[in-house]
């Protein structure tokens, strides 16, 4: 049965000649492509966050989960997804126009939230970090409703500071200065990652937008810059630094670099085919954060090169499809849209290349979950959004293609 969106084109008038409707019909209500791969990420995440833990029950950490016995992340992921359908679903009904008017409202909303966080009480503590909210039921992570919230706002920013892009002070300050305050919240929680995916995007979308060049070199200097001096600062993250250029160190190995090393040994179990579907060693209590962080690691050992790649070429598909809806939208003179859709690749390919490259040793370990894939509701749910937020730039792109009305 064919997945349908609950939206219909007017059909062509009646005067038209019979081979232009022939030929108008072939464009498709959506992007069909675009949608199933979204769902075989999501469903082959799921199938490998019950294999990755399987075994957790065992542990003493997860011991408050044994009454749910070993399907206990699997049920909940399960759950997320559904909420993610659902929340797409709903957000694919709201007119792009609408979303950019709202786009400054949810920024400073958001920043409430992640204000919120740090407040003693409000802001719950999970393995030292302070980065959610209780909702009972689930937990709420502003930082990754902030990554979509900083898409909308840049590309709304972007178009209504198009005559001042050149400027420094009227074009690029007041996003720096709204960008550095999200930093250094994100930096007390603390969330490196997450500032570092928001810095990519709003960079991203002012290069697109037509930020001096000159300016945009200069305040990427500047960026690279600040990164060094907090990780340099930083006794922790440069520790974890040091440990990730010679991760077999004795020292690294048993500390700093434990993650990583077993990472890099769960791939090379893996070799070309891997050891098969629930097949993984590492994954018992071997490598930690398995159902999270480090799921393409258990993918790479239990799937093999072939499953990693497999992966790899479905997230290429979506930031390529991006990018290709982006140029449609503004070659139709949908500035913001398309901005969007390529802050939504931007955002989805950087945050993909991250968490690949700190599983696979080319990148320092940090806590950034692989999207549409690893264990979490608010990660899933807000990708889910990302992805709904790109179909209706599509929707609205063919509508417009059509010559018909929003």
Request: hydrophobic share 55%; aromatic share 12%.
């Amino acid at each position: 049965m064919a997945f349908q969106l609950p939206f219909r084109f007017n059909a062509p008038p009646a005067s038209m000649p019979v081979g232009s409707r022939a030929r108008q019909s072939k464009m498709m209500e959506y992007d069909q492509p675009l949608v199933w791969v979204t769902l075989l990420l999501m469903l082959l995440g799921m199938v490998m966050v019950y294999s990755a833990s399987i075994s957790l029950p065992d542990s003493p950490k997860f011991a408050n989960y044994v009454r749910w016995q070993n399907t206990y992340f699997l049920t909940r992921q399960a759950l997320f997804i559904a909420v993610s359908l659902v929340a797409g679903l709903f957000v694919f009904r709201i007119r792009i126009a609408d979303l950019q008017k709202a786009a400054p409202y949810l920024f400073i909303g958001t920043l409430v939230l992640l204000v919120l966080v740090l407040i003693p009480g409000l802001g719950v503590v999970v393995n030292g970090g302070r980065r959610w909210l209780s909702l009972k039921v689930i937990n709420l992570q502003p930082s990754e409703l902030m990554k979509v919230v900083a898409v909308l706002y840049a590309a709304d920013y972007t178009v209504r500071k198009q005559e001042y892009m050149h400027k420094l002070t009227k074009g690029f300050m007041p996003m720096a200065a709204a960008v550095g305050f999200v930093g250094l919240l994100l930096l007390l929680e603390p969330d490196l990652g997450a500032f570092g995916v928001i810095v990519c995007i709003a960079m991203g979308i002012l290069f697109l937008g037509g930020i001096n060049a000159i300016w945009f070199g200069g305040i990427g200097a500047v960026l690279v810059t600040i990164f060094i001096s907090i990780i340099a600062l930083s006794k922790f993250r440069r520790e974890r630094y040091f440990a990730y250029l010679n991760p077999w160190q004795e020292d690294n190995a048993l500390n700093k670099a434990y993650q990583l090393t077993h990472s890099l040994i769960a791939f090379g179990r893996g070799e070309i085919f891997g050891v098969g579907l629930g097949g993984s060693v590492e994954k018992l209590h071997y490598l930690p954060e398995a159902h999270t962080d480090f799921l393409l690691a258990v993918i790479g050992e239990e799937l093999g090169l072939a499953g990693v790649l497999v992966v790899i070429a479905m997230f290429y598909w979506i930031v390529k499809r991006s990018f290709d809806i982006g140029r449609q939208a503004i070659a139709i003179d949908q500035t913001f849209a398309g901005l969007t859709a390529k802050g939504i690749g931007i955002w989805i390919g950087v945050q993909t290349f991250i968490n690949m490259g700190v599983n696979l040793g080319l990148l320092p370990t940090k806590g950034l979950t692989l999207p549409l894939m690893s264990y979490g509701g608010t990660g899933v749910v807000i990708n889910c959004v990302g992805l709904a937020i790109l179909l209706r730039i599509d929707y609205e792109n063919r509508v417009l293609m059509r010559g018909g009305r929003l």
